[in-house]
């Protein structure tokens, strides 16, 4: 069962990520919710973005509500607190607003939908699931809205459920790749103890760093690799580790690729592997070059679901089994087939 992985996991705060639009993440929020309850764990609710319209914004398809039973803590902002289909105990307002207004925390009184616009920033979420906790959750599930992965982040969530489908690419193929991709980001292992810690003092600066096992570390003038890729590489010399405060993405990725045949590639350090946003094609020709990442926090992927169909009508019927198939042993549900079992590898 996908709850009793979360509550075997002991973490207190879980993000549920999608990698695309109808790839499911509603549902496995929901299918949480309601193995939560019938567990008699009570839990607190929220986002980063927003969620649990009735219908999508930018599709204008229909979507899943966000089920709440009743003594769940919900974190949203005010306008969409006057949405919910339920009643509410209000118990805080945040001291943070967002375009929808004020963050406020509530308890369901009585079962219905709901509507979650969480903190807008990574800071505000990590304070809002300390609240939640404080008024009685034992575990805070952060719906992550499109695109916006920084959810997973671990300083936010120690765990990952990680929800991708048909809707993510054009063939199964495509989508188990841009899966493992994700996956490996997420759960990218941690630097060694110098590099840390020389890492830890170019983000704390707020610069790019480099480190070399002669040298040591050192930290560059630029603030971010952002526009300025060839002086970042520039700057590199002999180091063997890259450490990237801010994005990652194509650019420097390439740059990167530019350097001459058999020079060693450099390790990129990120704060985490969120920060990355290179396309999983340019990024793998910066692993099969010799690169590889490395990231001050992590937080595992608990599980992965995964949606076949495709809202254009199209259904993947293979996918569940090859993404099983790769992605042993972390274990791959179809939730909309079975919200017991995980699919046989």
């Known amino acids: 069962m996908l709850f009793h992985l979360v509550a075997k996991s002991q973490a207190s705060t879980v993000a549920v990520v999608g990698l695309a ?45 966000i089920q709440a039973p009743a003594g769940t803590i919900i974190a949203t902002a005010r306008a969409a607190l006057e949405r919910a289909e339920t009643s509410l105990e209000l118990l805080r307002i945040m001291p943070f607003n967002t375009a929808l207004g004020p963050i406020v925390l509530a308890r369901v009184v009585e079962p219905g939908n709901v509507e979650l616009a969480g903190p807008s920033t990574l800071a505000d979420l990590v304070q809002v699931a300390d609240v939640m906790r404080e008024y009685g959750a034992a575990i805070s599930l952060i719906d992550g809205a499109l695109n916006r992965v920084g959810s997973a982040a671990a300083r936010v969530s120690q765990a990952t459920i990680l929800a991708t489908g048909a809707s993510v ?22 630097p060694p103890p110098v590099v840390q810690a020389a890492a830890q003092a170019a983000f704390a600066a707020e610069r790019v760093g480099y480190w070399h096992p002669q040298r040591g570390g050192w930290i560059s003038s630029q603030p971010t690799a952002l526009g300025q890729p060839q002086q970042t590489v520039a700057e590199l010399g002999e180091a063997t580790h890259l450490m990237v405060p801010g994005a990652v993405t194509n650019n420097l990725v390439q740059a990167l690729l530019q350097l001459p045949a058999g020079a060693p590639m450099p390790t990129l350090v990120v704060p985490a592997g969120t920060h990355v946003f290179a396309t999983p094609a340019v990024w793998q020709r910066y692993l099969q070059r010799g690169g590889a990442l490395q990231a001050l926090e992590s937080a595992p992927v608990l599980a992965v679901t995964v949606n076949p169909a495709h809202p254009a009508g199209t259904y993947q019927a293979e996918l569940g089994a090859m993404l099983a198939q790769a992605l042993y042993p972390i274990p791959v549900y179809d939730l909309f087939y079975d919200d017991q079992r995980p699919l046989a590898h």
């Open 169 to 190: 690419a054009a063939s199964p193929e495509q989508v188990v790749a841009r899966t493992l991709h994700a996956v490996a980001l997420l759960t990218a292992p941690p």
């Open 21 to 65: 639009k109808n790839a499911g993440k509603t549902v496995a929020f929901n299918c949480l919710i309601a193995q939560a309850t019938a567990a008699q764990l009570p839990l607190g609710l929220t986002s980063l973005g927003y969620d649990g319209e009735a219908v999508d914004r930018l599709t204008h398809l229909a979507k899943p509500r």
